[in-house]
């Protein structure tokens, strides 16, 4: 038995001194795991495109299906309710476009296209105010606004409503300024971003339609938060989850904690090193189940559990770090061969910008080197590079759900 998996990848263009074209279509198969290795399972023939990098007998085959829109620079890739989003880093515009599926595939159909008033819109998100009513948030980095567009139910995206300045500087030349780089919706209704250039993480809430910043986290000199990840928690305090934030320039991953005492109502509970060089950036991040490692499925279909492993990229030495997460806090796994806790696996490539979990493997965009790196894991976490393929300066992933 295989399932098949439709990805839609973005990536630097020309403007970010990339080659990528827009947004294109890449699709893997991927066997169950009772069937891996099996000499008489279909690999999808003449078709496959991706190559063996040195996995032991998988049937994980991988296929470019070709350019489905051709914009500049579609750096990050939101997928809802059938619509895709992307923020167009080097010409100010945020996109939408609803996904079209059927036995011939997928296309693209444009729906919005429209200016933000911020620079290098970089990340987006979807949330909902107290009315109900939809907004996509958009992070830019070159100046640090956050900006608020209305999003009507077809995907449609309007003018831009509000925005959010940032003011601040860290003790790095890259932050001599504010650079808003995520936006994650908590479960409990708050909006919270990160402020990469002023080392702050800002807490906001919904007001008569209006996002409103009430605090602000400060962390370490030098952390520039990047990244934000809701992880399972078994700990009863916490509501069901705990925040990642990866660090770009400190290579660390901070665990936050829901604080009442503290004024942004969140406390940094936990710091975890990644073992960078001294050049490295930590970027992205995927958490992936035990359950999903133990599923019989690779795309994981399985009872959601808090336990399991987070796996972090660093940009530079082009790593991937393996931290196990106990559902309360983040353990660094035994020494490597190489001696050095923590020291991780190759990511395949040049430069990991995202990581993303699809069932039981990740798949990494390597940005520099222009490919994507699918890689099995087994049981107790454990990474293994399967098998790779030619993509334009991927810096974003989308698995499409099953149909």
Not at 132 to 151: K, M, W
Not at 231 to 244: E, I, K, N, Q
Not at 362 to 391: C, H, M, P, W, Y
Request: charged fraction near 20%; glycine fraction near 12%.
């Amino acid at each position: 038995m295989q399932t098949t998996v439709d990805m839609l990848i973005g990536g630097f263009g020309e403007q970010g001194g990339g080659d990528c074209l827009g947004i294109d279509w890449v699709q893997a198969v991927f066997p169950d795991k009772g069937d891996e290795g099996r000499n008489d399972a279909h690999t999808g023939g003449d078709a496959v495109e991706g190559h063996d990098a040195g996995g032991t007998g998988s049937d994980i085959s991988v296929e470019h299906r070709g350019l489905l829109a051709k914009l500049p620079s579609p750096t990050w890739l939101l997928f809802e309710n059938s619509v895709v989003f992307a923020p167009l880093e080097f010409s100010n515009e945020i996109v939408s476009l609803r996904v079209n599926r059927d036995e011939d595939g997928v296309t693209l159909e444009p729906l919005s296209r429209v200016h933000v008033d911020g620079h290098t819109p970089t990340h987006l998100a979807i949330a909902q105010d107290t009315e109900g009513r939809s907004h996509l948030i958009v992070a830019c980095y070159d100046d640090g606004n956050v900006c608020v567009h209305p999003l009507d139910a077809s995907g449609h995206i309007g003018a831009s409503a509000q925005v959010l300045r940032s003011e601040g500087h860290g003790p790095l030349p890259a932050q001599a300024g504010p650079h808003a780089h995520w936006v994650l919706p908590l479960p409990d209704g708050r909006i919270i971003t990160t402020d990469l250039g002023a080392d702050r993480i800002h807490v906001h809430r919904w007001s008569d339609g209006r996002l409103e910043r009430v605090a602000s986290l400060i962390c370490p000199p030098g952390t520039g938060p990047r990244d934000l990840h809701l992880l399972p928690s078994s700990t009863p305090d916490d509501a069901g989850w705990r925040v990642a934030v990866v660090g770009e320039w400190s290579s660390t991953v901070d665990i936050l904690a829901s604080d009442n005492a503290d004024p942004s109502g969140l406390r940094i509970i936990q710091r975890v090193d990644l073992g960078a060089d001294a050049d490295d950036q930590a970027a992205s991040l995927a958490f992936v189940s035990d359950d999903v490692l133990h599923a019989t499925a690779s795309t994981g279909d399985a009872t959601y559990r808090s336990e399991g492993f987070c796996y972090v990229g660093l940009r530079g030495s082009d790593r991937i770090i393996s931290l196990r997460w106990d559902g309360s806090e983040l353990s660094e796994p035994e020494p490597s061969q190489e001696g050095r806790p923590g020291h991780g696996i190759s990511s395949g490539g040049g430069r990991p910008r995202h990581i993303i979990a699809v069932g039981n493997a990740l798949v990494v965009a390597n940005q520099t080197s222009g490919k994507l790196s699918i890689f099995r894991l087994a049981g107790n976490g454990e990474a293994t590079l399967d098998k790779e393929i030619v993509v334009g300066s991927p810096t974003a992933i989308v698995p499409l759900p099953r149909i």
